[in-house]
């Protein structure tokens, strides 16, 4: 490519190119969050009198660079796979292009609310189809920013990311009226009224969270809790399946275990897969660890593979302080192309891009007893708001994530993780326990934060073997969302629908 064609190129996408950067650097690692409320300005002001094409080419390449930032990790699993992935979420960035222009082409002061309620389906979708892919959602951006997050116990995630689009809309307006001449300022004027609801939208959003940390704080000690210990062994995944290592990887965690012990928690948790092999192909390994957790006498819940008959699960085993088997949870939602390849026998050749076998879905929604009422969340599934929400109104009164992030190395996976981890608490107002094998393992209040972590002397959080204990507030509340679910979004869609119907006559 010549260099004009190449300067050309770059200012055709400048705007695209500008907000991808803008909107990455919101997410961990570098975690600007602020920059999100301004990060579509440049890609909105790009989309303006466009062609559907152009629109959705300018807003495709903004969302391919944007999940080559943040999700760039996949690479460490499969390099094709990573890119099909990110290749493919683009085309949702490609699909809000084609709706900011269909809404703008008849421009109103409304518009704004609009183009954030589309953001906000499409958001959603993400999220569902084909299994869903709820990973870096805009709202998700925001898990440090606890005054705007607490309204997710109404919203969801997904009200976060309206408001923030909503207020990007404004902030282009705004921009674009102060940009032209002194004549034009005119313009503002339509803005008045929406600016207003917006306005009050925003700070009422800040009121409420400040409202609910208060109250959550000045709830003080609560009535029930139980000590809970978290281990992190920082296992290479390379050894997990190696047998030569599987002694050397017991005795390590059963020197954490035992050490966590000393401090009298209620129970211990080890990560997903921590345990080496497959359960119950053998037997005499199995035999060792119950005695192990015998003679400690704490109840401990176990990461392991699971074979039943011909089907594999990934598994949490819960096992008593006298080592014996109390309950069993079977992963329900499997992460595709990582736990089992979709449309096996239709492609055949998706098995050598992603050369993994298949693992069996469980079904159940467990509820775990002992040593209180809770459920485990394993993997990925922590990203799964509906998931969370059915293990929660059977009667959890904490959650638990197992996970094991080794595959994705040093890079920003654990944090994205860790993100998503802390909406599923704030949506349900539940403490929510991470143990994961290379980190973050700690403990998510109610409120979203991160009160505890396993970390170094320096404060590395990932890639650091260790443990931390602290007590776990048990809660039987119910939110809004947990009641009720997505009616947030579904009042987006209903939106959209009125816009679709009185604009129906309208052609390209």
């Given at each position: 490519?010549?260099?004009?064609?190449?300067?050309?190129?770059?200012?055709?996408?400048?705007?695209?190119?500008?907000?991808?950067?803008?909107?990455?650097?919101?997410?961990?690692?570098?975690?600007?969050?602020?920059?999100?409320?301004?990060?579509?300005?440049?890609?909105?002001?790009?989309?303006?009198?466009?062609?559907?094409?152009?629109?959705?080419?300018?807003?495709?390449?903004?969302?391919?660079?944007?999940?080559?930032?943040?999700?760039?990790?996949?690479?460490?699993?499969?390099?094709?796979?990573?890119?099909?992935?990110?290749?493919?979420?683009?085309?949702?960035?490609?699909?809000?292009?084609?709706?900011?222009?269909?809404?703008?082409?008849?421009?109103?002061?409304?518009?704004?609310?609009?183009?954030?309620?589309?953001?906000?389906?499409?958001?959603?979708?993400?999220?569902?189809?084909?299994?869903?892919?709820?990973?870096?959602?805009?709202?998700?951006?925001?898990?440090?920013?606890?005054?705007?997050?607490?309204?997710?116990?109404?919203?969801?995630?997904?009200?976060?990311?309206?408001?923030?689009?909503?207020?990007?809309?404004?902030?282009?307006?705004?921009?674009?009226?102060?940009?032209?001449?002194?004549?034009?300022?005119?313009?503002?004027?339509?803005?008045?009224?929406?600016?207003?609801?917006?306005?009050?939208?925003?700070?009422?959003?800040?009121?409420?969270?400040?409202?609910?940390?208060?109250?959550?704080?000045?709830?003080?000690?609560?009535?029930?809790?139980?000590?809970?210990?978290?281990?992190?062994a920082n296992t290479p995944q390379p050894l997990k399946w190696d047998k030569t290592a599987w002694?050397?990887?017991?005795?390590?965690?059963?020197?954490?275990?035992?050490?966590?012990?000393?401090?009298?928690?209620?129970?211990?948790?080890?990560?997903?897969?921590?345990?080496?092999?497959?359960?119950?192909?053998?037997?005499?390994?199995?035999?060792?660890?119950?005695?192990?957790?015998?003679?400690?006498?704490?109840?401990?819940?176990?990461?392991?593979?699971?074979?039943?008959?011909?089907?594999?699960?990934?598994?949490?085993?819960?096992?008593?302080?006298?080592?014996?088997?109390?309950?069993?949870?079977?992963?329900?939602?499997?992460?595709?192309?990582?736990?089992?390849?979709?449309?096996?026998?239709?492609?055949?050749?998706?098995?050598?891009?992603?050369?993994?076998?298949?693992?069996?879905?469980?079904?159940?929604?467990?509820?775990?007893?002992?040593?209180?009422?809770?459920?485990?969340?394993?993997?990925?599934?922590?990203?799964?708001?509906?998931?969370?929400?059915?293990?929660?109104?059977?009667?959890?009164?904490?959650?638990?994530?197992?996970?094991?992030?080794?595959?994705?190395?040093?890079?920003?996976?654990?944090?994205?993780?860790?993100?998503?981890?802390?909406?599923?608490?704030?949506?349900?107002?539940?403490?929510?326990?991470?143990?994961?094998?290379?980190?973050?393992?700690?403990?998510?209040?109610?409120?979203?934060?991160?009160?505890?972590?396993?970390?170094?002397?320096?404060?590395?959080?990932?890639?650091?073997?260790?443990?931390?204990?602290?007590?776990?507030?048990?809660?039987?509340?119910?939110?809004?969302?947990?009641?009720?679910?997505?009616?947030?979004?579904?009042?987006?869609?209903?939106?959209?629908?009125?816009?679709?119907?009185?604009?129906?006559?309208?052609?390209?």
């Amino acid at each position: 490519m010549k260099q004009a064609e190449l300067v050309a190129t770059c200012k055709y996408f400048s705007g695209s190119i500008f907000s991808a950067l803008l909107l990455a650097l919101a997410f961990p690692k570098t975690g600007l969050w602020p920059l999100a409320w301004v990060g579509l300005v440049p890609l909105l002001s790009s989309l303006d009198n466009q062609k559907p094409s152009d629109a959705f080419a300018r807003a495709y390449w903004c969302g391919f660079l944007f999940f080559t930032g943040t999700l760039y990790w996949f690479i460490h699993v499969t390099v094709l796979g990573a890119l099909l992935l990110i290749a493919f979420l683009s085309l949702y960035f490609g699909i809000f292009g084609l709706a900011y222009r269909w809404i703008s082409r008849r421009a109103t002061a409304w518009k704004a609310f609009g183009v954030a309620a589309a953001w906000t389906v499409i958001e959603f979708i993400r999220a569902h189809f084909l299994t869903g892919f709820g990973w870096v959602s805009l709202g998700h951006s925001q898990y440090k920013n606890l005054l705007f997050i607490q309204i997710a116990d109404i919203t969801g995630v997904y009200g976060i990311s309206f408001l923030i689009v909503l207020v990007n809309c404004f902030v282009k307006e705004i921009f674009d009226a102060v940009r032209r001449s002194q004549r034009e300022m005119i313009r503002l004027r339509p803005l008045l009224v929406p600016g207003i609801i917006t306005f009050l939208i925003f700070f009422s959003t800040a009121g409420y969270g400040l409202w609910r940390l208060s109250v959550l704080d000045q709830a003080g000690s609560p009535a029930e809790e139980v000590s809970v210990a978290v281990i992190q062994a920082n296992t290479p995944q390379p050894l997990k399946w190696d047998k030569t290592a599987w002694p050397e990887i017991m005795e390590q965690y059963q020197s954490l275990t035992a050490r966590a012990a000393q401090e009298k928690p209620d129970l211990i948790i080890w990560p997903e897969t921590s345990y080496p092999g497959i359960l119950w192909e053998d037997r005499e390994g199995f035999d060792g660890l119950k005695d192990f957790v015998a003679r400690l006498g704490v109840p401990v819940l176990i990461g392991s593979v699971l074979r039943e008959d011909e089907d594999y699960y990934n598994a949490a085993m819960l096992l008593s302080k006298d080592g014996e088997v109390i309950e069993t949870y079977r992963k329900i939602h499997l992460v595709p192309f990582g736990e089992y390849i979709p449309l096996r026998g239709l492609f055949p050749f998706l098995s050598q891009i992603v050369p993994i076998a298949d693992f069996t879905a469980g079904r159940e929604y467990t509820v775990f007893q002992t040593p209180a009422a809770f459920s485990t969340l394993i993997c990925f599934e922590d990203t799964v708001d509906g998931l969370s929400r059915g293990f929660v109104r059977q009667g959890a009164r904490f959650l638990v994530n197992i996970t094991n992030d080794a595959w994705f190395h040093d890079t920003k996976a654990p944090f994205l993780h860790l993100q998503a981890a802390a909406f599923r608490a704030v949506e349900n107002r539940r403490a929510l326990v991470r143990a994961a094998n290379t980190g973050v393992s700690g403990f998510i209040d109610a409120a979203g934060r991160l009160v505890k972590a396993v970390e170094d002397t320096r404060g590395k959080k990932t890639y650091v073997s260790g443990y931390t204990l602290a007590r776990v507030s048990l809660n039987s509340e119910e939110t809004f969302y947990a009641k009720y679910g997505d009616v947030f979004v579904i009042g987006c869609l209903a939106c959209l629908l009125w816009t679709v119907g009185r604009r129906r006559r309208l052609k390209w």
